[in-house]
């Protein structure tokens, strides 16, 4: 019997407390991801990371999963916040390429058909929501936010807090996370050597369930994360030999040793 093949995608969702979307959110990710031409030759998989839900969204995951042999689940023991949760994903993940979309059903699953074609040409393809639909203190902080973060990176990047991206899985095994650092995918990817494109995506209006962020957690907390992104970005180590018979495997972009671990020692916003 010919073993089954790995997947050629993954799906990655952090939820906290999305009780209600999560049924018509998954049956809208199987239905775009079946229809996609690579899903017909190899599997794919959904992995669901449960960030200290208490609404009932941990018992509605299991209850998915159990339906559906393509949807994985994984509960914290707590809340950690939305960098844990992506990071925890990405480490349990096998695709060759990786989708990252939000639980809150305000991203439109079939817009992942658009941004994965240009996996062929970039390493990193963002969502760009040019119809924002959120409050005004929502709105005006991702501005801000926006704003900032282009004029101290240099990314390029219109809206590099769409959590729609699609991930080409080399640039998720080089980049060291840290708490926050989701924020700002685009510049990361960009000083280790990588590929960035953003691709219009629509956007909605929150149906269920609350936001969980505010003018506090969004603004003040990516200032703050910015200054590090920039000292990074400062102190990468880049450089290629003389030789031209040299490894190509070893011209990549270093960057000094950092981490591999997270820092779980105080609960945080989703």
Known sequence: MTPPSSPWASVIV?????????PPLVASLTKVMDSYERSQSRPY???????????GSSEELDRLAKADQRVRVFHFDRNYGKTCALEAGFHQSSGE????????LQQDSEDILKLLP?????DVVCGWRQQRQDGLVKKLSSLIANRFRNHFTHDGVHDTGCPLKVFRR???????LFEGM????????LMHGFTVTEVPVRHYARMHGVSKYGM??????SLYDLIAVRWMQQ????YKFRNQQSNPAKLKTLLQEQTMSISLQAPHDH
Not at 14 to 22: C, F, V
Not at 45 to 55: A, N, Q, Y
Not at 235 to 238: D, E, L
């Open 235 to 238: 102190r990468v180590i880049q």
């Open 182 to 189: 989701h924020r700002f995918f685009p510049a990361l990817a």
């Open 14 to 22: 952090p939820i906290k407390d999305e009780r209600d979307n999560l």
């Open 97 to 104: 390429i990786i989708v990252q979309i939000d639980g809150d």
């Open 216 to 221: 506090g957690n969004r603004l003040f907390k």
């Open 170 to 176: 080399p640039v998720l095994e080089r980049i060291r």
């Open 45 to 55: 998989e959904i992995i669901f990371v449960d960030d200290g839900s208490s609404d």
């Open 118 to 122: 240009h996996t062929a040409t970039h």
